[in-house]
């Protein structure tokens, strides 16, 4: 099996995009509830989280260089390579699951109502299966031109809303405590799967990958808080109690010639959608094969993309069970075990046996 | 999965295919006996009519001469070849004797070369060689004294520039072979000879400078073209399959040019350059996407106006085969995003027509094409009068009719004039503008960005060569865009040469760095 190798460029582009997702979908538990002073504290302690998270990262997988998180997994024990390998498998499934869920729900409520979901999933999923098929190189290298777009366009959108900002929304963080900050930032964390597909990608990443993660985590928390600043700057409460508040605020954006951004936006949501459940498909056919030693990686894509369809099928005619999956990774618990349980685990038991395995002793 | 689907299609062609193979007869020796042999030639060519023999005698030796009608020269043959030999009188001759004085002690021509089958026989003939055999021996001696006409030396249909060279390849290979050399005296370039086509047996020239090229780029050139199974090969384009890691692809990888300055500007830059025998377009390998927005005048120009023309470029490409769909996803799904003024005039022109928006654009390209293609094939009187129909027909009648709108006309008018800015990549952009009309029709926004996205992975899933197509824009090099996006002076662009190994993301192993790491112009 020849290792795909991308650039840390890309690959900063690719979890960028994958996380910028997050942030433009709804989260009604996080907008509804919490102020935008709180909100903007809370996102920048969730990045000093997620770097602390990149350096133990490092640690671990600097053990055995070449090794991404399933390989240390498999030397812990190949019972537990397989059975984390399931697990990182099905994380994958329903974080596309997921995102093609909240994309139809984004689609038939604010850009076409009358068009089936039955039309919209099944050709989304065609055109992500090609991307996917066609490799990671191949959707990396779009990303890397795609986030330079999704950078302009925010600046295209900051530039003509600052006549619009009002400081007069802008509230105090710590007005009700500590308490809605640590939520925020536990939610910033919780919702940063996409530190998952880093631990997955690092030996298939050319030059200085941890370097890359700093990145991510950085640019990822500033795009963050600029799209908070932002959509409550200009909106206010009414901000509140818009289900996709930065949409309704690229509504309002209006440059020279084009009297509404609102379609830039969703332009932007769809490429952003498309490379985020790429980059989920392709891994998780990665993990799926590496219960079949790397073996049938094409079939297992296929399997995936039709374990996909009819989740996705499933999640956008129930909004309870869209709502439920992704309350299910605002909590944390998926998160948690995969993006620090397993790691922490893998990185005590690993430096206890590379020790034991140094000459000498 | 796809490739399941790739085997199925091709079971049946698969069970009645058989490869070509060469003539088992063609690898036969030359007997030494002169006149079995000329039998036998005669046999084997099934006594076709261009075939020339002429026997004389040479000091009492019989001799033949071999030669295809309209190949060689027939006054070199005479004043170079005949007066020689016939004034010539051995002591005591020999077959042996005198094939000794004609390599040692003479030169008949430039290029003499031995050989001692039948298949080199008819290769040389068949190039434009004089053969002569000789009683008594198993060898025979091929002179190559060509003199078949071609067409002369003239500005490149496909490739005109304001400023630089004129010249262009032509069909013989030999002289565009002489147009390189003449443009790179280096004893690094070297032009080597390959023959491809099991019946055609075409030459073609693989041309690269010894101190760029990678040694494994270079292995994987001559390997491929050593496994083209291919009868005949007409053209360039007939090998161009071959060298595309991905032929089902919209995008190529291999580059065509007809300028000599062209090609030893990217022979320079390390890549291989393939000259073919008998078509004036020449290929390139590796060849990346951003070379479509690339040309000779660009390096002529000031730099900053050249950065421009490049801007320009890439504007129109995205404009040919984005603003029919465009165009038809707006107006269908998102009219709140034309200014009030504008919308007002589309529904207005929009109102009296019978057709559907994406139906009008079809249509309206679709004439334009069949217009295109006819103008293209006819003469070139005829040509011009089917432009002034196709004009009038579109730019009038068809609105006049109530089949169109008016600023269809408009969009097809721009449409068509920006595709013409990039002509290298006029086959890919027609066939996305009629998807991009169908996705955008179909779907608004949401297709056409679909559709961009997927035409973007399958852009960015191409490795010619094992460099990525889309290189250095991504994997990004922000030195080697210096000729990319902006065209630098030629003071900064002269200080290090871009080498094509050394792009990254290139899964080739570059050459060793002394030959080529800081070479100056």
């Known amino acids: 099996m020849v290792q795909p190798r991308i650039d840390m460029r890309q690959l900063v582009a690719l979890l960028f995009l994958s996380r910028v997702f997050s942030v433009l979908t709804l989260s009604p538990k996080q907008e509804n509830t919490v102020e935008n002073g709180a909100a903007l504290l809370g996102i920048a302690l969730s990045g000093i989280v997620c770097l602390i998270l990149v350096l133990l990262y490092q640690k671990l997988l600097s053990l055995y260089p070449g090794d991404n998180i399933l390989d240390c997994c498999y030397r812990m024990h190949p019972l537990f390579g397989k059975f984390c390998a399931l697990g990182f498998y099905l994380l994958c499934v329903s974080i596309t699951i997921s995102t093609v869920g909240e994309f139809q729900y984004f689609l038939s409520s604010a850009i076409y109502p009358y068009v089936s979901r039955l039309l919209l999933i099944p050709l989304f999923l065609l055109a992500v299966l090609y991307s996917a098929y066609m490799g990671l190189e191949a959707f990396s290298r779009l990303s890397l031109a795609l986030g330079v777009v999704v950078l302009l366009s925010t600046l295209l959108v900051i530039v003509s809303l600052s006549k619009d900002l009002s400081f007069v929304f802008l509230l105090p963080p710590l007005r009700h405590g500590w308490k809605p900050v640590l939520q925020v930032a536990f939610q910033g964390v919780s919702l940063n799967l996409e530190l998952v597909p880093f631990l997955l990608l690092v030996p298939m990443v050319r030059g200085k990958v941890y370097r890359g993660g700093i990145w991510f985590v950085a640019l990822s928390v500033g795009y963050y808080l600029i799209m908070i600043f932002y959509s409550s700057l200009t909106m206010g409460d009414y901000a509140l109690s818009q289900v996709f508040p930065i949409y309704t605020m690229m509504a309002s954006a209006q440059v020279v010639l084009i009297q509404r951004l609102d379609s830039l936006h969703m332009a932007l949501w769809v490429f952003i959608a498309f490379i985020k459940c790429s980059l989920y498909l392709y891994l998780s056919a990665y993990c799926a094969s590496r219960l079949f030693q790397g073996k049938h990686r094409g079939k297992l894509l296929g399997a995936s993309v039709v374990a996909v369809l009819a989740g996705s099928l499933w999640v956008s005619g129930d909004l309870a069970a869209l709502m439920w999956l992704h309350e299910a990774f605002v909590d944390g618990i998926p998160f948690l075990l995969a993006g620090v349980g397993i790691p922490v685990v893998l990185l005590l038991f690993l430096s206890h046996k590379k020790k034991k395995e140094a000459p000498g002793l | ?521």
């Open chain 2, 1 to 521: 999965m796809f490739r399941w689907l790739k085997n199925v299609l091709r079971r049946d062609i698969r069970s009645s295919y058989q490869a070509p193979a060469a003539d088992p007869r063609l690898s036969e020796r030359l007997s030494g006996v002169l006149l079995d042999d000329l039998v036998r030639l005669r046999e084997l060519c099934s006594n076709t009519s261009d075939l020339l023999v002429r026997q004389i005698t040479i000091s009492g030796i019989p001799v033949a001469f071999v030669m295809c009608e309209g190949m060689f020269n027939l006054q070199t043959l005479t004043e170079i070849v005949i007066e020689p030999l016939t004034a010539l009188q051995l002591k005591e001759p020999t077959p042996q004797k005198l094939m000794e004085w004609m390599d040692q002690k003479t030169l008949l021509a430039g290029d003499q070369k031995e050989f001692l089958t039948f298949g080199e026989l008819f290769a040389f003939i068949m190039s434009g060689f004089v053969v002569l055999l000789v009683d008594g021996m198993s060898k025979g001696t091929a002179l190559g004294i060509q003199g078949f006409s071609f067409r002369s030396i003239s500005e490149p249909s496909s490739e005109t520039n304001v400023r630089g060279s004129r010249e262009g390849f032509v069909e013989a290979l030999r002289i565009n072979m002489t147009m390189i050399r003449r443009r790179l005296k280096t004893p690094h370039l070297k032009l080597e000879l390959l023959q491809v086509g099991v019946k055609s047996r075409t030459d073609l020239c693989l041309v690269y400078r010894t101190d760029l090229v990678s040694d494994q780029l270079l292995e994987q050139v001559r390997y491929r073209i050593s496994q083209i199974p291919l009868d005949n090969v007409m053209e360039s384009g007939y090998l161009q399959p071959f060298f595309d890691s991905r032929p089902f692809s919209i995008f190529t990888g291999v580059g065509t040019t007809e300028r000599p300055d062209t090609m030893c500007a990217k022979v320079s830059e390390g890549r291989i350059g393939i000259l073919v025998d008998g078509t004036p377009f020449a290929l390139i390998l590796p060849f990346l996407f951003h070379e479509n927005f690339q040309s000779m005048d660009d390096y002529a120009n000031r730099p900053y106006y050249a950065t421009f023309i490049r801007w320009l470029k890439y504007f129109s490409f995205f404009m040919t085969i984005l603003l029919p769909g465009l165009y038809v996803a707006i107006a269908t799904f998102h009219p709140e995003l034309f200014p009030d003024a504008l919308l007002f005039n589309v529904a207005t022109s929009e109102e009296g027509t019978p057709f559907p928006l994406v139906f009008e654009a079809l249509l309206i390209h679709l004439i334009y094409e069949i217009m295109r293609e006819a103008g293209l094939r006819l003469p070139r009187p005829v040509g011009h009068a089917v432009s002034i129909v196709g004009a009038l027909v579109i730019g009038d009648a068809a609105v006049t009719a109530g089949l169109i709108g008016t600023p269809m006309v408009m969009v097809v008018a721009l449409t068509a004039i920006s595709s013409f800015v990039v002509p290298s990549l006029y086959e890919p952009v027609t066939v996305l503008r009629f998807v991009f009309i169908l996705l955008g029709g179909w779907f608004g926004l949401f297709g056409l960005t679909l559709g961009l996205a997927i035409a973007g992975v399958n852009l960015c899933a191409i490795n010619p060569m094992g460099i990525p197509a889309t290189t250095p824009a991504s994997p990004l090099s922000l030195y080697s865009m210096r000729d990319t996006l902006f065209r630098w002076s030629w003071r900064q662009l002269g200080e290090e040469n871009l080498v094509v190994t050394d792009l990254p993301g290139s899964e080739i192993d570059p050459r060793e760095e002394d030959n080529h790491g800081s070479t100056t112009n």
